[in-house]
């Protein structure tokens, strides 16, 4: 049975934290776990935050443990961007956009379980 967990509006450029979603998808809950907490992206704390979460609802709502759990699929999807000036020189302006995501984890139980 599939349990998801997603953490809306996140700091962090989607194409950044698809580049870590990509290494987690298909591990086991403990292994990728591990791996988010010892990599040096700046959305990888968020996507553990979002995977431990995951394995709660598991463990509290299936009644299944976090040894027989795995990464189905992690993806961070693009939310709203925030525009903020950015002065330029001899009075001009740009827009700076600030882009924010959606990112999902859900975790499974193993087909030998």
């Known amino acids: ?7 809306r509006f996140q700091r962090v450029s989607p194409r950044k934290a698809r580049l870590v979603t990509d290494l987690i998808t298909g ?13 040096p992206k700046g959305s990888a704390p968020l996507l553990a935050k979002v995977l431990r979460s995951a394995v ?7 009644n299944m443990t976090m040894e027989e759990l795995y990464v189905k699929r992690a993806s961070a999807d693009e939310g709203p961007r925030m525009k903020r000036v950015w ?15 959606h990112l999902t984890v859900v975790v499974d139980t193993k087909e030998g379980a």
Not at 1 to 7: D, F, L, P
Not at 56 to 62: F, G
């Open 1 to 7: 049975m599939e349990v998801r967990a997603t953490a």
């Open 27 to 39: 591990r086991t809950a403990d292994e990728a776990l591990g791996l988010l907490q010892n990599m």
């Open 56 to 62: 709660a609802n598991a463990e509290n709502n299936y």
């Open 87 to 101: 002065m330029r020189g001899r009075g001009r302006r740009d827009i700076k956009l600030h882009r924010t995501a």
